[in-house]
Structures are given as structure tokens and as C-alpha cells.
């Protein structure tokens, strides 16, 4: 039976999350592991962020005064320039937290998914045995990246919005949900959504 995520309270009972994946990039589009590789938006990613920022804005003025933090990856810097500046806030005025950095996929970032299974037969095995303990070459694994965002989540004193990256939806979902950590890296992690936590709850907006 697979393990679930700690029952530990990592979210403040009362804090509100909206969690918001990047927008597109073009490695996205092709299927190619970016982990912690510094890839810019492409046009479809910029749609996503302002269509993001179009659905913050409709809860103004109240969530002008969350907390707004980003991972200091440009396509999430991007992600959050153009959130903010649809929802007719100074795009400037935000936060960096390298707590929010992708999972670090090692030796398997810049390579396509679908040619894994040849170019490392053993790597992609063993991720397909434990896909919450296995660890890339010079990487982290899912098991790793919820350690840190659990922290990071344990540190939020006031509602926020962040601006992160897939891996960190999935984990950040797994550990305030209390998921089964097999689940968690295959969990959806749609960029033109916003993902709302609270109180061990989550909707999508």
C-alpha cells in the first residue's frame, strides 16, 4: 500500500493558496523535462498568465493585499509580470523564494520524455517502480521537493499568491491533502487554471 503525505498541519488552518503552475513554454509543448533549466514563456504561456490574471482580478480589491511570491525561474517571473499587470496591480511588486524552484530533474532535464526509454532504460524503470523515491542523477526527488515545500508552506503567515512550477503543485497538493505519495507525480497540473488551497481543501478557478 503507498504511503500518503504527512498528516501534519502544513498550511495555517485559515491561510488561503492560490497555487499557479508558470504558463507554457515551448519545452512544455515538446515534452521535454526543463526541471530547474531557466526556459522562457512562449506566446500560449503569456494567454495563460493574463487569462490567470483576468480570474484574480474579479476578487479585487481584497486579494491586492495577499502576499504575492514567485520562483525566480523567468517563466515564472514572466507568469507573475503579466498576472499582476491584468489584474491592474504594479507588476513589480512581488516576492522571489528559490524555495519554489522546480523539482531538479538532474541528468534527465533537456531530454525529450519519449526518448528516455532508450537513451536511460534504467533510469525510466526505476522511476516507474518508485515515482515518489526515485531520484535523477544530480536531482532531487518527488520525496525531496515536498520536504521543501512543506517548509515553505509552514512558513505562510497570510494568504498568498505564488507563482510556481508543476512539480510543486502536485507536491504542495499531495502534503496539504494528505494524498497518496504514489499519486502525487502523476497529478494533473493544468497552466491555465489556479489552484486554491485552504484548510485541507483545494478547487480549481
Do not use: C
Amino acid at each position: 500500500m503507498s504511503a500518503r503525505a504527512s498528516k501534519s498541519i502544513v498550511l495555517k488552518p485559515g491561510i488561503t493558496l492560490y497555487l499557479i503552475r508558470h504558463g507554457e513554454t515551448d519545452w512544455n509543448r515538446a515534452q521535454r523535462y526543463q526541471g530547474q533549466r531557466d526556459i522562457p514563456l512562449n506566446d500560449t504561456g503569456r494567454s495563460q498568465a493574463r487569462r490567470n490574471g483576468a480570474v484574480l482580478k474579479s476578487l479585487l480589491p481584497g486579494i491586492a493585499d495577499f502576499d504575492f511570491v514567485s520562483s525566480p525561474l523567468s517563466r515564472a517571473v514572466e507568469t507573475m509580470d503579466l498576472l499582476r499587470a491584468e489584474m491592474g496591480l504594479d507588476p513589480s511588486r512581488y516576492r522571489l523564494d528559490a524555495r519554489l524552484l522546480e523539482l531538479n530533474y538532474g541528468h534527465w532535464e533537456g531530454h525529450l520524455a519519449s526518448a528516455l526509454s532508450e537513451t536511460d532504460p534504467a533510469g525510466v524503470a526505476a522511476k516507474s517502480r518508485d515515482p515518489f523515491g526515485w531520484r535523477p542523477k544530480g536531482g532531487e526527488s518527488y520525496a525531496d521537493l515536498m520536504a521543501r515545500i512543506v517548509v515553505w508552506l509552514q512558513s505562510i503567515e497570510r494568504d498568498t499568491v505564488a507563482i510556481t512550477h508543476g512539480g510543486v503543485s502536485r507536491v504542495a497538493r499531495g502534503a496539504v491533502l494528505n494524498l497518496k505519495t504514489r499519486d502525487v507525480p502523476t497529478l494533473d497540473v493544468p497552466q491555465d487554471k489556479i489552484l486554491v488551497l485552504r484548510d485541507a481543501t483545494m478547487q480549481w478557478l
